[in-house]
């Protein structure tokens, strides 16, 4: 590739290979080569993660588990341990930091490689991956390119183990007969209308005027479509985006309808929430519920309480609040609750610092008040 000089080697996305699968495998060796999925097991569960095994008989993420069971009965099915795949991502990411000083990480088994100033990018990034895979006994795919965009498409055009380099030029014309959804942003919404105009490939959207794109979609989402479709993107790797809410929801194996089973609910998610909250001294001003009925009417209420909050007391209190209020008048399928404008503890006690003494600074828990 001499079009691709080092200055147009700024990204990379770095993708571990059916991650909660693969790390299954390596405790289970002897499952190797057969279909595996990871899934729950309520009537409810979805697919988390296939082998590639499992995915010739056409079972994905995010699909019934039920509806994987049927496609391919003999599959091996794995419930989730969120525990250890945590475990085994921080090994991954700590050898991404230790080559790569900018990284953003984007998931469990993903991030961002900035490569700006390093020698070699592309034999740095396969010594990583060979590292990775010595520690972990996980492959990974990687994209590099000029920009984020770029590399996240390459990094995903030949799973497993796959290393593609591309220049921005390059992916226009590889993805160019591609469908317009292979691009991140471009949803299948987005894609149909598209094709209602008639713009069924990426080449022909890139090429498309952009004031037609813009009529139809919107100045500035139509802009950005078009340049997507030609790989134009800002190619920054960010810091890590800083967490501004945390929550915990559940979808029911059946429907709930007693007020008394959801309560109870929702005080456990609360609860767990606000442990979470306080083990990582973040506190929230804001409280919100979501709930998803049986005809999958989705709502969400919150209420901001005067001061920043990890107490289970006030959040369970203003969770069931925000609950009755709403009053569900049909079965529940999903229960959420949010705790939102996180601050951390050291940002809360500079703050207490500067209005010590002030009337309120310190308000027991009971006595915050709740806007109406
Ligand atoms: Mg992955």
Known sequence: MAEAEQDDLRVAHLDADA?????????????????VVVSGTGPRAVVTTASY????????????AARARRLCPDAVFIAPDFATYREVSARMMDLVRS???RVEVVGLDEAYLDLEGLYSPRAAMRRLVAEIRAATQLTCSVGIG??????KVASDAEKPAGFVVLTRRQACERFGVSPPGLIPGIGPKTAARLGELGLTTLAAVGAAPERLLMERFGENHGRDIGRRARFEHDGRVGAPRKVISESRERTFDRDLHDPAQLREALARMAAELCAGLATHGRRGRTIAIKVRLDDFTTVTRARTVAQATCD??????????????YGPVRPVRLLGVRVAGLTSSDEDSDGRGTVAGGAGARAPADQLALPV
């Open 19 to 35: 991650f909660y699968v693969s790390i299954e495998l390596t405790r289970r060796p002897e499952l190797r080569g057969r279909p």
């Open 53 to 64: 095994e499992a995915r010739r008989y056409g079972v994905g993420s995010a699909m019934p």
């Open 99 to 101: 080559h790569v000083e």
């Open 146 to 151: 000029p920009n984020r965009l770029v590399a």
């Open 312 to 325: 289970a007391g006030v959040v369970t209190d203003v969770a069931l609040q925000l609950l009755a209020d």
